[in-house]
């Protein structure tokens, strides 16, 4: 089964596929831009349907049984989540972020749960970059394993408590 993991962004727009039976090797992990420069509708409308064409994306997309959105909140990353469940709606789950910290053991905190995803992630699986931002190429690998997470959820229970949430902070007196 081919599980397709898409973390929405026009600046940082990470994917990462891979199958169910070697999840720790995924076959495709990129996080890149959709266009650079101020944002416009007019842009965003024109680089989700660019990258959607693009042969790589459109070939793993139509492969895939299964395409995870993390579900956005404001509505320019909304709108490319539309364009992707307009075109694979059978095949499409959003899924909020807030289930993803949930299922992953990860802080509730936006900031504090970034983090941890990333120290999870590069607990079990090598990173595609050494340096640069690595949070959305993780939330992306997230996404596609909360369904096999929901599949097989004997398979996780070392995945729950490598990260943790943060010690609270000492009151200075």
């Not at 890149?32 to 409308?45: Q, W, Y």
């Amino acid at each position: 089964m081919l599980i397709v993991g898409i973390d929405a962004g026009y600046v940082n727009f990470a994917i990462c596929a891979l199958h169910s039976d070697k999840p720790k090797e995924p076959v495709h992990w990129t996080n890149e831009p959709l266009f650079t420069g101020d944002f416009t509708e007019e842009k965003l409308c024109a680089a989700v349907y660019a990258w959607i064409r693009k042969p790589e994306i459109a070939e793993l997309l139509k492969a895939a049984d299964v395409i995870v959105l993390e579900r956005q909140m404001t509505m320019k990353f909304q709108a490319i989540n539309h364009c992707v469940r307009f075109l694979y709606f059978e095949k499409t789950k959003e899924v909020n972020p807030m289930t993803m910290a949930s299922l992953f053991g990860l802080p509730k905190l936006r900031k504090d749960k970034k983090k941890a995803a990333v120290e999870l992630v590069s607990f079990h699986v090598l990173l595609p970059i050494k340096k640069g931002k690595k949070d959305d190429l993780c939330d992306a690998y997230l996404l596609a394993m909360s369904h096999l997470q929901q599949k097989n959820p004997k398979f996780f229970p070392k995945w729950q408590g490598v990260a943790k949430e943060p010690a609270s902070k000492k009151i200075k007196k």
